[in-house]
Structures are given as structure tokens and as C-alpha cells.
């Protein structure tokens, strides 16, 4: 069995997914999407397939150990994107040719279900409520949202006011016995951070994300986790082992390794592996696709120290196609109870409508996010 070609697919609402064929056995697909940067991570695969053609898919790490060091300048989210979605690919067409879920090819499953959480947005606490509200009724016992919008740098009174406003009215709404995070998005000097959390233990969320920016985050984070009891999580901007390593070091409670980001399934379970001897678990980020979410649930379930999963249904991105929309059948992704059941069909678990995405795929997207600014005109993170 050999490669044939590798192809990538820009897809709405702002994703990006990568196919693998091969001569005489399946074909595989992955999910590389770098919000506002899907572009770059399509050229990038196709620089790495030219290793690829020919190649026996089934040396998954030997092919991951190639396309992330014999280029000489490694890392980065674009590099790490690109290997994420043909790693992925690559996993599918292995579980496929063995006829097995990914999961059981990692060690098998040390759970049943996996506990998911859904977003809900809004600028106010009425808005908050209703929507965590609604979620809970949905079945889901736990629920992420925004902390706050543009910041100054060290804001307000009343913007910290806000902040607890909104995490306030998501507790009433939820109860005791249910779970919300908060995205804090680097939107937060580390000043204002350890400002904030303080003023939210008493509401008593089951993590703060991204308290501060990746960068500052090897020699700030740990003040900020000394700060508080809430546990801190972050990891989406993070895309490899040791990048993770100073933030573990730092006390973190949660990583975040995005499969689509960090180079895919492989690298993401020595992320795993490596957060576990910290005594901390991991909740992967994805509010992105279905095949990003398909592989996401395969590490969790083959995963000891595995937390929640996060996924994008009726997310605030997808306006213009939802996660189920290029699935052959939507029902994998059955969330009850505020859980997933364990896939049992072979390779990542999920049967992609090829004709949808190639037809999606002839208009594309240009996904951007936003530009903020400050009441001073200066440029303010999103």
C-alpha cells in the first residue's frame, strides 16, 4: 500500500481538511485548520507531500519524526498544523486497514463515554443565563464562555465588574452540580488576571483559560496560577512537548494540546503522556471541525488523565455550515447526557461526505478574526 496523493480541502465556515489516498487500501482524512491561517497550512501540506508520495502509510511515526525535523527550521503553528491533518490522516487509514478504531490502536479504551461542554456567548448576564440555561436542558453539565471583550490594559473597576457579572449569572443558571469555564483568550494583561480571578473563586469555575498570552506565559504563568485556586488551563497556542513544559512546570490544573495544531494524534498523546507525570489532565481545544473533534475523542478515550472535550455545535464561528454538516452520518456525535458515547467504527470513527466537501470547497472561505482596538486606537487582543 502505497500514497497516491494528498489533497486539502478550505471548507466553510473557516476549516481546513486533509485527504490521503493510497493505490490498493482506504484513504484517510484529518482536519489542519489554523484559524485566520488556513491558507499557509494548505501550502505547507503540499510541501510535505512531496515525501509523502509513494510512501507506506501505515510508518505513521516514522513519517511524523521526517515532516517535523528535516526541514532544518521546525515548529510554529503553520508547520505544526500541516503535520497535525496528515497525521491524522494517516491514523484514519491505519484504523481503517486494521479494521479498528484509532482508540484501540492506542492501548484501547480507558473509558466508555467522554464528558463534552458546549459554548454559549453573550454581552450580558440575561444573555448568559438564558443560554446556560438552555444547555443545561440540552443535557450538558458543563458549559464554556468569554470572559470579557476588548481590554485595556489595566481596565476598570467596572470591566472587572462585567467579568464576574457574566460568570455570576452562568452559575445561578447552571446550579452547583454543573461546570462552566471561562476563556479569558489572552485578552487579560497578567496584572488584570490576577486581578480578576480573585474576584472569581467565590463562583467556583472549572477552569480560567488563557489567563495570559502564550508568550508571556513561561515566566508569568506561574504567578498567576499562585494567585488563585481556580485551575488554569491553556495549551491552544502551544504546539509541541516542549513548549508544554514550562507551563506544566508553572502549575497549570488543565492543557489544552488542539490535534489540529500541535502535529496531530501522535504528538498530542505525549502531550498526554508528558501531563500526566504533572498530575494534570488534559481537555483538548476544538471548537473547529468534525474530523478535528473525530480525533480529538479517539485520544480521549485511550487517555487516563483525559478531563472534557470541547466542540463547536452551534459555536458563534459557524454561520455559514455546522459540524455535522459533511458527515455521512451525523449520529456519531450523539452527545446525551452531556456525553459521547465510544465510536466503534473503524479509523477516526467518522465517514466524510466527499461530494459536500468537494463542492464546499469550490467557493472556500477566507476566515478572519476580528481587529480590536483600544479607546486609544492601539491595537487590543482578541
Not at 473557516?14 to 490521503?20: H, Q
Not at 484529518?30 to 497550512?41: D, K, M, N
Not at 480507558?110 to 448568559?128: F, K, L, N, Q, T
Request: proline content about 7%.
Amino acid at each position: 500500500m502505497k500514497i497516491t496523493q494528498v489533497e486539502t480541502f478550505l471548507v466553510a465556515p473557516r476549516w481546513l481538511f486533509v485527504k490521503i489516498s493510497t493505490d490498493d487500501g482506504p484513504d484517510g482524512w484529518g482536519e489542519a485548520t489554523l484559524e485566520s491561517r488556513s491558507e499557509p497550512v494548505a501550502a505547507a501540506v503540499d510541501v510535505l507531500a512531496e515525501y509523502l508520495l509513494g510512501a507506506d502509510p501505515l510508518r505513521i511515526e516514522a513519517h511524523w519524526q521526517v515532516l517535523t525535523r528535516s526541514g532544518f527550521y521546525r515548529g510554529g503553528p503553520v508547520l505544526s498544523s500541516a503535520v497535525a491533518g496528515i497525521d491524522q490522516a494517516l491514523w484514519d487509514i491505519a484504523g481503517k486497514y486494521r479494521g479498528a478504531p484509532v482508540h484501540e490502536l492506542l492501548g484501547g479504551p480507558v473509558r466508555e463515554r467522554v464528558r463534552v461542554y458546549s459554548w454559549i456567548g453573550g454581552d450580558d448576564p440575561a444573555e448568559i443565563a438564558d443560554q446556560a440555561a438552555a444547555q443545561r436542558e440540552a443535557g450538558f453539565t458543563a458549559v464554556k464562555m468569554n470572559g470579557s471583550g476588548a481590554l485595556e490594559p489595566i481596565d476598570t473597576p467596572l470591566a472587572v465588574d462585567r467579568t464576574v457579572a457574566l460568570a455570576a449569572a452562568a452559575r445561578e443558571a447552571l446550579g452547583s452540580d454543573a461546570d462552566f469555564g471561562i476563556d479569558f483568550h489572552g485578552r487579560f494583561s497578567t496584572a488584570m488576571a490576577r486581578r480578576v480571578l480573585r474576584e472569581l473563586e467565590p463562583l467556583r469555575p472549572m477552569f480560567v483559560e488563557e489567563p495570559v498570552l502564550p508568550e508571556y506565559a513561561p515566566h508569568r504563568l506561574r504567578d498567576v496560577v499562585e494567585s488563585t485556586s481556580i485551575p488554569i488551563a491553556t495549551g491552544e497556542r502551544i504546539y509541541d512537548r516542549p513548549g508544554f513544559l514550562p507551563v506544566l512546570q508553572a502549575g497549570i490544573g488543565v492543557a489544552q494540546p488542539d490535534l489540529a495544531h500541535c502535529g496531530g494524534i501522535s504528538e498530542g498523546r505525549r502531550i498526554a503522556s508528558l501531563a500526566e507525570t504533572f498530575d494534570v489532565h488534559i481537555a483538548p481545544h476544538c471548537p473547529l471541525g468534525p474530523l478535528a473533534l473525530a480525533a480529538s475523542l479517539q485520544l480521549a478515550f485511550a487517555t487516563p488523565n483525559f478531563l472534557i472535550q470541547e466542540q463547536s455545535a452551534g459555536i458563534h464561528y459557524n454561520t455559514t455550515a455546522e459540524l455535522l454538516d459533511y458527515l455521512v452520518d451525523p449520529s456519531v456525535f450523539a452527545f446525551t447526557g452531556g456525553y459521547c458515547p465510544r465510536p466503534t467504527a473503524p479509523g477516526l470513527g467518522v465517514q466524510i461526505d466527499e461530494a459536500a466537501v468537494r463542492k464546499a470547497a469550490a467557493d472556500g472561505h477566507r476566515w478572519r478574526g476580528p481587529v480590536w482596538r483600544r479607546r486609544d486606537g492601539s491595537f487590543a487582543e482578541w
